[in-house]
């Protein structure tokens, strides 16, 4: 009987798998992170960032260093809700109708340029994200174990784009940005694709396995032993409600934003060898767990106030428990 590893070995492991990601994805390491994280709180991560700036190769490269079965969609303006969760279909040799999966049964689903498909599509995720399952004609079918969505997308106001359903953003634990590179960053890109770098091919740049599902698992339930106390609650709470009453913001943090900062702020506690949470914790997890719930004014959005600038305003106001 294989014995369970200890969480220092298994953090240690969890570092290494950015070590891995890191051979074949230059900088982003927050993004890195995040999604480390998210995987951890058993949560869904929305990346969002112009074209070219790596965010499927991390999710590729991720899911590579993880030893985790991978599918990718790309979302098209004329892709069809079974298109991603699969639908019914007639087999004539057995004269019956049976349902043939769809991508969406997988370990981590990278869902690619998710806001390039009209809304009906995009919501076909909801149920999966949710619930981890899927119905189709009456059929409830579970979904493998993990189950994460990594979703890409572009910024909003370029051509081509949907807004994405206010419900399916509320789903997800994360929405990190992927910045445009330094020119170091750059440099050491162009400098890999001189040498032969090909990001098709993970295996010969080194990409290794690192952790098993079983190790990941593991750790998922090490996290779930990180404490919090009633101060510390309090205080994601006094977070949230205090975005409702921001002056630019039409709707901001709901209860279960609330309970996605409290998930992403225990395991960032546990990576960092915390055996309870401390106002710290929830201050580093505020943006990236928020900022895709919260919507601006009009008038906000036209003075070009910006969300996170919101959020950080709201972490220096509100009163940090002792």
């Known amino acids: 009987m294989t014995s369970t590893p200890a969480p220092q070995d298994l953090r240690q492991k969890l570092s290494d798998v950015r070590t891995e990601v890191a051979k074949a994805v230059v900088g982003q390491d927050a993004a890195v992170t995040g999604m480390i994280v998210a995987l951890l709180a058993r949560g869904h991560v929305l ?5 070219g700036v790596a965010k499927t190769l991390l999710v590729r490269s991720l899911s590579a260093a993880l030893q985790l079965d991978t599918k990718r969609v790309q979302f098209t303006p004329d892709l069809m809700p079974g298109d991603v969760t699969g ?3 007639y087999e004539a040799g057995r004269g019956e109708f049976v349902f043939r999966e ?10 690619d340029e998710i806001n390039r498909t009209p809304p009906k599509t995009q919501s076909s995720l909801l149920e999966a994200m949710e619930e981890r399952q899927v119905s189709v004609d009456g059929l409830t079918k579970p979904l493998p174990v ?3 969505v990594a979703a890409t997308q572009n910024p909003i106001e370029h051509e081509g784009t949907y807004t994405l359903p206010e419900a399916q953003l509320d789903r997800f634990l994360m929405k990190l940005i992927l910045e445009l590179p330094p020119r170091d960053t750059e440099f050491e890109v162009l400098r890999r694709h001189s040498t032969g770098f090909d990001p098709r091919d993970l295996a010969a740049a080194g990409v290794r396995p690192v952790l098993s599902p079983a190790d990941l698992e593991a750790a998922r339930a090490e996290v779930q032993r990180v404490g919090a106390s009633d101060d510390v609650i309090g205080y994601a709470v006094d977070l949230a409600r205090a975005t409702r009453s921001a002056p630019s913001v039409r709707l901001g943090v709901s209860p279960r934003g609330s ?3 409290l998930s992403a702020a225990k395991a960032w506690a546990w990576l960092q060898g915390f055996e309870s949470l401390t106002p710290d914790h929830i201050q580093d997890m505020a943006l990236p767990v928020l900022r895709h719930r919260i919507q601006l004014r009009p008038e906000a959005e036209l003075e070009g106030v910006s969300v996170d600038a919101i959020l950080r305003s709201v972490i220096a106001q509100v009163q940090v428990p002792l």
């Open 259 to 261: 309970v996605a900062l």
């Open 102 to 111: 769809g991508p969406v049964f997988t370990n981590i689903l990278l869902a």
């Open 47 to 51: 990346l969002e960032g112009v074209p």
């Open 146 to 148: 993990p189950f994460l």
């Open 87 to 89: 639908s019914m279909i």
